[in-house]
């Protein structure tokens, strides 16, 4: 019951609490009365002033769970405008998910992702050696059109934007409890439910982006040599090279889907107050963040693998099954349900084409930022010579002839020119 209070608080910060308060300034009666006494049959006009028509129809009860009025005039109807986590006349019935629609997202999803993801690896490493998998070298990370210091500037800047963004969040959201009631209960099962919110889990993974970024940046200015930049990615390179990949594609889908969906969905569905859709924490990380995450993307030497794909389909899975998760042990505890974005939502019958949409814009996303990184981008991905590697294993240096015969026995040769399949 702790994980209901948790969800039902997290979910006020972004919706409930904004409807109750425009709701109370608005409506002071219940939905379809008007006058001093609230006896009246009417409606509120858009201008906030009461109209009386004795011929509406209006519910038989008050309007609960922080539902707002509708009045539709040329049907002669006063309805309750639900909030999505309930329905029925007076928004007084907890919304149930679809059992098949809980299996999808909570098995089906993770499963296919999880056993794609395998298949793509396996054949990738039966087609390529393992070194090529990863072969750009590790100064690529850390220069590119720009130089060392301009991205160590550049990322640490960012580094500490995003920090203070995040600590204004917290502060102002979950300990000053805005927008929310005073009697509010905030407490550690309230943070792990704003995981829920792919926008929040994307603005963490961008914070550890960059500071992993400002690391390796310092470590190549002052504690590597040039030799050492020539040497294969280290563990930490490999996941910030991973990142970056999933970052700059999903950055993109972020800002499509709220502006595109989300946006209009809250203002015209739920009436939130673009006070609150329009917030410093909302543009930052619906808009700013695409621009934040490009130009760095723009300044460093990596370029994209398009079998680096599975990386993002995994992250995209493990939210999903996160979510879901959650939804499954509400579901049990029987609570109403209460999805982080409606068009994830057990309970709507289309939800498996919002899957295959979602999945699909992950897909144009990542292959447009393949484009660029490859055919618009400046400069060209610096791969691992056999000189290098050899001289990292102690072996003697070969000339650039022997070099190319080396690896041409070996099937693949590794050059300084665009390559598709890095």
């Known amino acids: 019951m702790r994980l209901a209070g948790a969800a039902l608080a997290f979910k006020l910060v972004f919706a409930a609490a904004a409807l109750a308060e425009t709701r109370a300034a608005r409506d002071e009666c219940p939905c379809g009365y008007v ?186 200015i002052w504690f590597e040599t040039e030799e050492q930049g020539e040497l294969p990615l280290s563990t930490v390179h490999k996941v910030f090279y991973v990142i970056m990949q999933i970052e700059t594609s999903t950055t993109i889908l972020i800002a499509t889907i709220f502006w595109l969906v989300l946006f209009p969905y809250a203002v015209h569905e739920q009436g939130l107050p673009l006070s609150m859709l329009l917030s410093p924490f909302s543009i930052v990380f619906h808009g700013l963040n695409v621009f934040i995450m490009g130009f760095d993307f723009w300044l460093n030497g990596l370029y994209f693998v398009k079998h680096h794909f599975y990386y993002m389909l995994v992250w995209a899975g493990l939210y999903f099954f996160l979510h879901n998760f959650v939804m499954l042990i509400e579901f049990a505890e029987g609570l109403p349900h209460r999805p982080s974005y409606f068009f994830i939502s057990s309970a709507s019958p289309y939800l498996v084409l919002w899957i295959m949409v979602i999945v699909t814009l992950m897909g144009i996303f990542f292959m447009a930022t393949f484009y660029l990184s490859h055919y618009v981008k400046p400069g060209q991905p610096v791969y691992i010579s056999s000189m290098s590697k050899s001289t990292a294993n102690g072996s003697e240096p070969q000339s650039p002839m022997q070099e190319a015969t080396a690896n041409s026995s070996h099937g693949s040769i590794i050059t300084k020119q665009p390559s598709l399949e890095p």
């Open 35 to 220: 006058g001093e006494n609230c006896t009246d049959i009417g409606y509120t006009d858009p201008a906030g002033l009461p109209v009386v028509n004795p011929d509406l129809k209006v519910p038989q009860g008050e309007c609960v769970h922080y539902s707002s009025c509708e009045t539709d005039l040329g049907a002669g109807v006063v309805s309750c405008k639900c909030w999505e986590a309930y329905t029925g006349e007076l928004c007084d019935q907890p919304l149930k998910p679809l059992v098949w629609n809980l299996l999808v997202m909570g098995l089906f999803v993770p499963a296919v992702f999880s056993i794609g993801s395998l298949i793509l690896l396996r054949r990738h490493h039966k087609s390529t050696d393992s070194p090529r998998y990863f072969s750009i070298a590790r100064k690529a990370t850390t220069q590119g059109v720009g130089s060392k210091m301009q991205l160590f500037v550049y990322r640490a800047l960012i580094a500490g934007f995003l920090l203070l963004v995040e600590l204004a969040g917290f502060v102002y959201f979950i300990v000053l409890k805005n927008p929310m009631p005073d009697d509010t209960e905030v407490d550690f099962l309230t943070l792990i439910k704003a995981l829920l919110f792919f926008t929040i889990t994307n603005a963490l993974m961008l914070q550890v982006y960059f500071t992993i970024g400002t690391y390796l940046s310092a470590r190549a």
